[in-house]
């Protein structure tokens, strides 16, 4: 199972970390390298939640750690902020629904289409959480979400993916695949923006961060690359201690 979930990982870094790139401030006003002439995204910082209830932030870490289990060698999604940086990016543009077309009319569309609902994610996150906690009420001894065994969480979104299990009102399934497609987001994303904790989606599979340079590696196949990963915002080891 370790395995599986650390190949499953490895083979989508490289689409969530392309995909990371679009949601990045643009620098303007001046070369790259003008000083000031960006606004960067200001670094997550721990606290309380954003966006989520205590609630469905607790049900969203039990999600992500079913989605990325821990083993022996890497934190699971809780531990590695999973939740805390989908809180934020609800909390902001993205939980908006920001630069979509998001008026009328609403009908379903295809899948290259994208989303057609008139809810942001958001909203649909909202929605989707107090219906999944509904039912494990209704049909777990009034129980919710994060409060059920790791075999019972488990057994529910496979029955949720496969389309056996509804959710009241929402589209079970479509959540699910989003919940799962955020939560790797944020354990591959730079730590600037809550998950990734430590670097943990990094160091597990040998990604060098946001070095400046590391032309003398690019050829070099299946070879493990020997510095540790860097932040947009650094390292721990790089502040002055005081």
């Not at 919710?144 to 929402?170: H, M, N, P, Y």
């Not at 959540?175 to 955020?182: G, N, R, S």
Request: overall charge neutral.
């Amino acid at each position: 199972m370790a395995m599986k979930r650390r190949d499953f990982l490895a083979g989508t870094a490289i689409l969530v970390l392309s995909t990371m790139k679009g949601r990045a401030t643009i620098i303007s006003g001046g070369l790259p390298w003008t000083p000031d002439a960006g606004s960067p995204p200001l670094p997550v910082r721990p606290g309380p939640w954003h966006y989520f209830t205590a609630d469905e932030g607790r049900a969203v870490e039990a999600l992500a750690d079913r989605i990325i289990p821990p083993d022996g060698q890497t934190p699971g999604g809780r531990d590695a902020g999973c939740a805390v940086f989908i809180d934020r990016q609800l909390a902001g543009p993205y939980g908006r629904a920001e630069g979509h077309y998001t008026r009328p009319p609403f009908m379903s569309g295809t899948k290259q289409q994208g989303p057609q609902s008139p809810d942001a994610p958001a909203a649909t996150y909202r929605k989707a959480l107090a219906a999944l906690d509904r039912y494990c009420q209704s049909n777990y001894q009034d129980k919710r979400f994060a409060d059920l065994s790791e075999a019972q969480q488990d057994e529910l979104l496979k029955s949720i993916e496969d389309g056996r299990t509804k959710l009241e009102g929402v589209d079970g399934q479509s959540f699910f695949a989003t919940v799962i497609k955020d939560a790797q987001e944020g354990f591959f994303a730079d730590p600037l923006y809550g998950g990734n904790r430590d670097m943990v989606g990094w160091k597990m599979i040998g990604y060098p961060g946001a070095r400046y340079n590391y032309l003398d590696w690019v050829e070099r196949h299946n070879e493990r690359f020997p510095l540790p990963p860097v932040s947009l915002i650094g390292r721990a080891d790089w502040s002055p201690k005081t």
